[in-house]
C-alpha cells in the first residue's frame, strides 16, 4: 500500500481546465448517489413509464395494444371524467381556503401567551397526526343516519339532520368538512411558528403610530406571514388535488360518483378494472393541472407575499 | 489518495449492493407458487375470505387434501374479497400467483387469461362434471372452456332475524311466502328506531326483486345491460320505496363497508336483510339472535333469486397442474365437504348428490336456475358489457 506523502503547498490552479473540480463533481455525485438513485428508480423512472403506459391499452392480465392518444380522447369525452374533475375541482376550491382560514384563525387564536398554549397547539395538530382511516370511520359513525349529529337534529330541531353521506347534495360536504378536520393542524403549526417569528418591536411601533388591532392584522401580521401563507397555500393546493383517502374510506366515491375525485378514479380505473393505460392517463392529467396550478402560484406571488429582507 | 480511492470503491460497491438487493427483494419470488422438498410438494393456495371462521374451514379442507395425499401439502394464502382480486392480478403479472386459485363466477371472465383450461384433465382426476349442478359448472366456463371446479353454488336468499319475529308476534316466513308478506311482516317490525328490512345501495341487489315482481333481468335480449326497461325500472322504485315510501329500511349511505346491509342486520338493527348463503358462516358466527333463512318472497311471477358460486382453478404459471388438480379434486369432492366444518353454509360442493342439508332453499334454487337457463344468466354477463362505473364500488357482497 502506498501512501502518497502530502504535496508541497503549490500556488493554486497549476493544471489548465480545472480537474479539481472534476474531482469535486465526482466526489459530489458519490454523495448524491443515494438520493439520486431513489429519485431514479421510485420517481423518474416509473413517470416515464407511465407516459408510456398512457398511449397504450394496458390491461393488467392479456394483450397490450398501442393506441396513441385514444386514452387521452377518451376521458375527455367521458361524462364520469367531467364530473370526477368537477368533483375535485369543487373540492380544492373549498377545502383550500376553509383550510387556511381555519388554521390562521387557531394559530392567531394561540398566538399570544395564553395560558395553556402548548396544549391546544398539541390538541390541534392530534388530527393530523392520527391515522386517516381510523378517522374516516369515526367520522362516518357520526354522519350516519342514526348517529350522534342525527340525533342531536332530532333533539334540537325536532327533525332528522340530512343524509350526509347518501345524499348527492351534501356527501361532497360531508367529505370537505372531515377533510379539513384532519388537515388544518399541520398548516396551524406553519403558522403559528410563523407568527412567533413577527418581531414584537413591529407591533409596537404601529401600535404608537396608532394602528388598532385590526389596521395591524392587516398591514402588519399579514404582509409578514405571507411566506408562510404561500408555503402553505402550494402545499395544501398540492395535496388536496391528490385527495384519496377520505372519500375511499368515506364514501367510496358515492353516492354515485358524487364524491369520485381523480385519484380515486385513477385507483379503481387501474386497480378495480385494472385498466392501467386509462389510470395512467388520469394521473398525467393530474400531474399537468397541478403543475401549472404551481407554476401560475409561484407566477402570482410577487404581487403579495412579502420576503422580509 | 490511493486509500481514500479503496474507501471510495467500498462505498461505492456497498451502495451498489444495498440498491441491487433492494431491487431484488422487489422481484423476488416467481416459482409459480409450487416447492417440492423430499419428494412432498407445497401448492400455494390462493383464496379470499370474510373471517377467521372461514380461515378455520378452509384450513381444514387443506389438511384434508394431505390426508389424502401425502405428498401434497396446501400453503393458504388469503385476503378479503375485494383485496383479493387485486392482489390477485398484481401477483399474476409478476408471474408469482399461487397454483390453486379461487375463482367466483362473475369474476371468472376478467381473469380467464390467468387460468389452465381443465377440460383435457378432468378425467384423469377423477372430476365428472355429471355429479355438479349444470348451471354452476357452466358459470365457470368461459368460451367454452372450464376454467374451474365449482365448490359452492348458492342463489340470493332472505335472512330474518327470528327473535325479532317472535318477540314482534309476526309469522316467521315461510317457503311459500310471498311479497305481501314480506312488506306486512317488515312493517311490523319496524318500530322504536329498529328496522324491518335492510337494503343494498347497489343495483345488483334489485335482481331478485325485478324477477319475482316484473319477471325482468336488466339484461336485454341480446345480453346487453338494459337498466331502463320498463319491468326494472318498476322494481328499482319499489326497492327504493322500501327506504323512503314506506320507511321500512333505513336510509342508505355511500359507504366503503362491502356489506352495509348484512351488518345492519347482524348488529340486530334490520330484521331482514337478502344476500348469499355463503354469509351464513359469518352470520352465525357473529349474530346474537337465531337466524333464520328464507326464499325470496313470491311476487305476481313467483319466488326467484339470482345464483352466483365459486370455484377452484389452477394458474398458467403452476408447475404441477396435474398435482393442483388432484387437491381441488379433494376440496370440491364429496369427502371434503361432508366433511366441512363450515356447517354447511358454503354449500360445498356443488354435487348434485348432495343437494340435502344444504342451507339454501332448493325451490328458489330451482326457480332460479330455470329462469337463469332461460334468459341466459344475469349473473355472467358477456364480455362486452359495457363496465358499469357506478356500480362497481359495493360489489362485493355477490361472490
Known amino acids: 500500500m502506498t501512501v502518497s506523502a502530502p504535496a508541497p503547498p503549490t500556488t493554486p490552479v497549476a493544471e489548465p481546465g480545472g480537474s479539481g473540480h472534476r474531482r469535486d463533481g465526482r466526489a459530489a455525485l458519490g454523495f448524491l448517489a443515494p438520493s439520486t438513485s431513489g429519485f431514479l428508480l421510485f420517481t423518474l423512472i416509473p413517470l416515464v413509464g407511465s407516459l408510456v403506459i398512457s398511449f397504450f391499452a394496458w390491461p393488467v392480465l392479456g394483450r397490450r395494444r398501442f393506441v396513441g392518444l385514444d386514452n387521452f380522447v377518451e376521458l375527455l369525452t367521458d361524462p364520469i371524467f367531467h364530473r370526477v374533475m368537477l368533483n375535485t375541482l369543487v373540492f380544492v376550491l373549498v377545502y383550500v381556503p376553509l383550510n387556511v382560514v381555519v388554521s390562521l384563525g387557531l394559530a392567531l387564536w394561540i398566538s399570544p401567551r395564553i395560558r395553556g398554549r402548548g396544549l391546544y397547539r398539541l390538541l390541534f395538530f392530534i388530527p393530523t397526526v392520527t391515522p386517516m382511516i381510523a378517522n374516516a370511520l369515526v367520522w362516518r359513525l357520526l354522519y350516519q343516519p342514526g348517529g350522534p349529529i342525527d340525533q342531536g337534529f332530532q333533539a334540537v330541531f325536532g327533525m332528522p339532520s340530512p343524509n350526509f353521506l347518501g345524499d348527492n347534495r351534501w356527501a361532497m360536504a360531508a367529505v370537505i368538512l372531515m377533510s379539513v378536520w384532519q388537515g388544518f393542524g399541520y398548516n396551524m403549526l406553519v403558522f403559528s411558528a410563523g407568527l412567533d417569528a413577527i418581531p414584537q418591536s413591529l407591533h409596537e411601533a404601529a401600535s404608537i403610530d396608532g394602528a388598532g388591532p385590526l389596521r395591524r392584522f392587516w398591514s402588519v401580521t399579514l404582509p409578514m406571514l405571507s411566506p408562510s401563507m404561500f408555503f402553505a397555500m402550494i402545499m395544501t393546493l398540492i395535496t388536496s388535488f391528490q385527495v384519496f383517502v377520505q372519500p375511499y374510506a368515506l364514501t367510496a366515491g358515492g353516492p354515485g360518483v358524487a364524491t369520485e375525485t381523480m385519484v380515486l378514479h385513477l385507483y379503481r380505473e387501474g386497480f378495480v378494472q385494472f385498466d392501467l393505460g386509462t389510470a395512467s392517463t388520469i394521473g398525467w392529467f393530474l400531474f399537468m393541472i397541478i403543475m401549472l396550478v404551481t407554476a401560475l402560484q409561484f407566477l402570482g406571488q410577487k404581487r403579495w407575499v412579502h420576503y422580509d429582507d | ?399
Not at chain 2, 332475524?161 to 317488515?186: H, I, K, M, Y
Not at chain 2, 322500501?242 to 342486520?265: E, H, I, M, R, Y
Not at chain 2, 354435487?351 to 349473473?379: D, E, I, L, V
Open chain 2, 1 to 399: 489518495m490511493a486509500i481514500t480511492t479503496i474507501r471510495k470503491r467500498v462505498l461505492a460497491s456497498a451502495a451498489a449492493a444495498v440498491l441491487a438487493l433492494t431491487v431484488a427483494a422487489c422481484g423476488s419470488g416467481g416459482g409459480g407458487g409450487s416447492t417440492t422438498v423430499d419428494g412432498k410438494t407445497t401448492l400455494v393456495w390462493n383464496m379470499w375470505s370474510g373471517s377467521t371462521a372461514e380461515v378455520d374451514a378452509w384450513n381444514h379442507l387443506s389438511g384434508m387434501v394431505t390426508a389424502k395425499h401425502p405428498d401434497l401439502a396446501l400453503e393458504f394464502q388469503t385476503s378479503s374479497f375485494n383485496d383479493y382480486w387485486t392482489k390477485l392480478a398484481a401477483q399474476a403479472s409478476g408471474g408469482d400467483a399461487g397454483c390453486i386459485l379461487g375463482v367466483q363466477s362473475y369474476r371468472a371472465p376478467s381473469i380467464s387469461e390467468l387460468l389452465v383450461p381443465l377440460d383435457d384433465m378432468l378425467t384423469g382426476a377423477g372430476i365428472d362434471a355429471a355429479d355438479f349442478d349444470p348451471s354452476i359448472w357452466q358459470a365457470l366456463q368461459v368460451d367454452g372452456q372450464q376454467l374451474a371446479v365449482p365448490y359452492d353454488f348458492g342463489p340470493l336468499i332472505m335472512f330474518y332475524n327470528a327473535d325479532r319475529f317472535r318477540e314482534a308476534g309476526v309469522p316467521v316466513p315461510t317457503t311459500s311466502w310471498t311479497v305481501q308478506d314480506f312488506l306486512s311482516a317488515a312493517q311490523s317490525l319496524t318500530t322504536g328506531g329498529k328496522h324491518g328490512f335492510a337494503a343494498y345501495p347497489t343495483i345488483d341487489s334489485v335482481i331478485p326483486w325485478s324477477l319475482s315482481l316484473e319477471d325482468t333481468t336488466p339484461l336485454g335480449p341480446d345480453g346487453e345491460l338494459d337498466l331502463t326497461q320498463e319491468g326494472f325500472v318498476k322494481a328499482v322504485q319499489w326497492y327504493a320505496d322500501l327506504v323512503t315510501k314506506l320507511g321500512v329500511a333505513p336510509q342508505v349511505v355511500a359507504t366503503s363497508d362491502a356489506t352495509p346491509a348484512l351488518n345492519s342486520f347482524i348488529a340486530g338493527d334490520a330484521a331482514m336483510v337478502v344476500d348469499g348463503p355463503w354469509q351464513l358462516v359469518n352470520v352465525m358466527d357473529q349474530a346474537q339472535f337465531e337466524v333464520g333463512v328464507a326464499p325470496i318472497p313470491a311476487g305476481p311471477s313467483g319466488s326467484h333469486s339470482q345464483v352466483a358460486g365459486s370455484g377452484f382453478g389452477i394458474s398458467q404459471t403452476c408447475p404441477d397442474p396435474d398435482k393442483a388438480l388432484a387437491a381441488i379434486a379433494v376440496l370440491t369432492g364429496p369427502e371434503g365437504s361432508s366433511t366441512s366444518p363450515s356447517r354447511g353454509a358454503r354449500s360445498r360442493p356443488a354435487p348434485r348428490s348432495r343437494k340435502r342439508g344444504s342451507a339454501r332453499s332448493s325451490r328458489a334454487r330451482r326457480k332460479a336456475c330455470r329462469r337463469r337457463s332461460r334468459t341466459g344468466c344475469p349473473h355472467r354477463p358477456p364480455r362486452t358489457t359495457p363496465r358499469s362505473r357506478s356500480c362497481s364500488s359495493s360489489t362485493a357482497w355477490k361472490r
